[in-house]
Structures are given as structure tokens and as C-alpha cells.
């Protein structure tokens, strides 16, 4: 699969957040966002996902244009910005209740999931007990226990202890080695230059 980024721009009131973004994504890399808060990655990461429409450009997914389309691109899971999820809720139920739309994996595969982010021993833990590293790690297996083609993660390692990120990131690479496509954004330099192909620069509205 390819995704291609053509000339978007995006525009809030009046504002220019995003100005004549071009890039590319292919199957089996690693790509990283960079930039201060506030220049834009998370809303290309929207537009990318269909959640926002650019204020002008275009996004190519094989050739086929989503960005004036009333659908949702398929085969795609994000984590963008901070996860919500029900706070009487378990991880494990709201990750079993998430799974309910599609109907595509079991509790095992959710479990899976759990276990890659190291989240298993408090699977059984409400929500609203979780600390901050621990609803960033609910995010991601939300993001990966239905095995998508397309993992978009934002700021995926924040607040989380340095043993789950080691093992996250082996598993983001497993994953591009099945030719996947992975997109993450992260403030620290290290997280991206450690396991992204290529790393865009925001700054500005404008990518680099």
C-alpha cells in the first residue's frame, strides 16, 4: 500500500496550521513526526485518518482519494492525542467492548495486545485507576489487537516506563518487517531516530 500526501493545507478559522504538505508512505517503514506542540502532527495524523478534511490538498490511498469521501479509510487504528475510554470500565472490557463493532478477534487476541504493552497484570483494573503510562499502553493494544496494516501512534511512549517502550518498539519493528505501515510522533529525538526509516520535521505549518 501506498498513502501519498498531496499539497494539503489546513486552515482554523482564519489560521494556517499545516501549509502545502507533501509526503509518502510505503509498506514495511517506519515513519516519525518531530516538532514542538502545536505544529500540526496531530492534525495531519486526522487528516490522514479522514477524521478532518484538508482545507485544500489531497490524500491518495492506492490511487484512491479519501478526502472527499463520507467513508473511513480501511484496515487503519490510531492512537492520536490522549485515549478515552470508559472509566468504570476494566482495560480488558473496554478493549472487549471495542472489539464488538467488527467482531473480527476474540479475547485472546485482546489479551495478546495486553501483553505486548505490558498491561496484562492490570488488565482488571478500572480505567479510572490507570496512571497515565498505563491509558497510553490501553491505547496502543487498542491500536494493534485487531492487526491492522496502517498503526498511527501519537506520542505512544508518553509517561510510559522505559521496559514497555524497549518492548513496544521491538514490536513496531516486527511489525514493518510484515510489511506494515507505521506512522508515530514522539518529543524525544531518541524514540524516533531509534526505529523510524524516515523522520518529517514540523515547524512552523511547515513539513520537511
Known sequence: MKIEVKNVCKEFK??????????????GKIYGFQGRNGTGKSILLKIICG???????????DGKEYTKRSEY?????????KPCFFPDLTGL???????????????????NSLETVNLITEKDKKFSKYSLGM???????QV????PHILILDEPFNGVEKE?????????LKEKEKGKIIILTSHMES???????????FDGGKVE
Do not use: C
Not at 51 to 61: A, C, R, W
Not at 191 to 201: F, G, P, R, W
Open 14 to 27: 482564519g489560521i494556517s496550521i499545516l501549509t502545502d504538505v507533501n509526503m509518502t508512505f510505503e509498506d
Open 51 to 61: 477524521l478532518y478534511k484538508p482545507t485544500s490538498g489531497h490524500i491518495f490511498y
Open 73 to 81: 479509510v480501511p484496515n487503519i487504528r490510531a492512537l492520536i492525542e
Open 93 to 111: 472490557e473496554n478493549l472487549k467492548l471495542l472489539a464488538k463493532i467488527q467482531n473480527k478477534i476474540g479475547e485472546q487476541e485482546i489479551l
Open 135 to 141: 491509558k497510553q499502553k490501553l491505547g496502543i493494544a
Open 144 to 147: 494493534i489487537m485487531e492487526d
Open 164 to 172: 514497555s517502550v524497549e518492548k513496544i518498539k521491538k514490536y513496531l
Open 191 to 201: 524514540d524516533l531516530t531509534s526505529i523510524a526509516d524516515k523522520i518529517y520535521n
